[in-house]
């Protein structure tokens, strides 16, 4: 069973910065598409940046330029920076790891 787990979510004002962290368990992390999607309460999950085995990288139009998405391979880690947030930001943020294996989500409020 391959395990993914964020972490580095909070509570932060407009304006501001975090990054999360995403830890997944299988030894050939390297070769899996890695992808974070967020769910606002009411609204639908939607897909935020991913970042492919050969480092290709897309990003929904909401976060361009403010968003960064990156992996570390050799530490089986995935990594969202998040500047310049917006409350709209606020939901909680899903690690995907290939395309199928979820975490358990990390919550991110922004708000003054």
């Known amino acids: 069973q391959v395990q993914v787990v964020e972490s580095g979510g909070g509570l932060v004002q407009p304006g501001g910065s975090l990054r999360l962290s995403c830890a997944a368990s299988?030894?050939?992390?390297?070769?899996?598409?890695a992808g974070w999607h967020r769910q606002a309460p009411g609204k639908q999950r939607e897909l935020v940046a991913t970042i492919a085995s050969g480092g290709s990288i897309n990003y929904a139009d909401s976060v361009k330029g403010r968003f960064t998405i990156s992996r570390n391979n050799a530490k089986n880690t995935v990594y969202l920076q998040m500047n310049s947030l917006l409350p709209e930001d606020t939901a909680v943020y899903y690690c995907?790891?290939?395309?199928?294996?979820w975490g358990q989500g990390t919550q991110v409020t922004v708000s003054s």
């Open positions: 995907r790891i290939g395309g199928k294996y």
């Open positions: 299988p030894s050939d992390f390297s070769r899996y598409v």
